[in-house]
């Protein structure tokens, strides 16, 4: 038996540009989609305008230090059953904060189409909610409180939440 009856048609340099084309054009596209879904999903930042943010960092320094300085802690929770979400907010010697105006949002970690803007209301001295149905799942929590409605920022929060599953 010849070889050219095993192998009726040979292998040409057309046929191995083809392959090589094809080969690279998926390549290109796998690669092209997984960019595309990586720059579109995720900013990469965690604030509306990072470098602007980076200009005024010696400003964010000096607003951590006046909060620092307020030595207020705050706590967060979310009562699933009351569909509630609770800020708690004590000062250095553990006194409650009150009238504050506590405005903020509630987001998911890795996505934001589930983010939203909150604001709470005093519920009892020192204490502030906001009424929502959350589902289960980790969230991420962010809230800047001011000493009225207007003026400026005295404390900022960033707090991780997890919702159990179930009431």
Do not use: C
């Not at 040979?10 to 998926?26: K, P, Q, S």
């Not at 802690?73 to 506590?102: C, H, M, N």
């Amino acid at each position: 038996m010849s070889t050219a009856a095993r192998f009726p048609r040979t292998v040409t340099g057309r046929h191995v540009l083809l392959g090589l084309i094809a080969f690279f054009g998926v390549m290109f596209l796998a690669n092209g989609l997984l960019v595309y879904y990586a720059v579109s999903t995720f900013s990469g930042g965690d604030r509306p305008d990072p470098y602007r943010s980076g200009l005024n960092y010696n400003e964010t320094l000096a607003e951590d230090e006046r909060q620092a300085a307020l030595g207020w802690d705050a706590r967060a929770g979310y009562d699933g059953k009351a569909q509630r979400l609770t800020l708690q907010f004590t000062d250095s010697a553990e006194a409650p904060v009150s009238g504050l105006s506590i405005t903020g949002t509630l987001a998911r970690p890795a996505e934001n189409w589930e983010d939203r803007s909150i604001a709470f209301r005093e519920w009892s001295e020192g204490v502030y909610v906001s009424d929502m149905a959350l589902e289960p799942g980790n969230w991420v929590l962010s809230v800047e409180s001011a000493e009225s409605k207007d003026g400026p920022t005295v404390h900022r929060l960033k707090k991780r939440l997890i919702v159990p599953e179930g009431p």
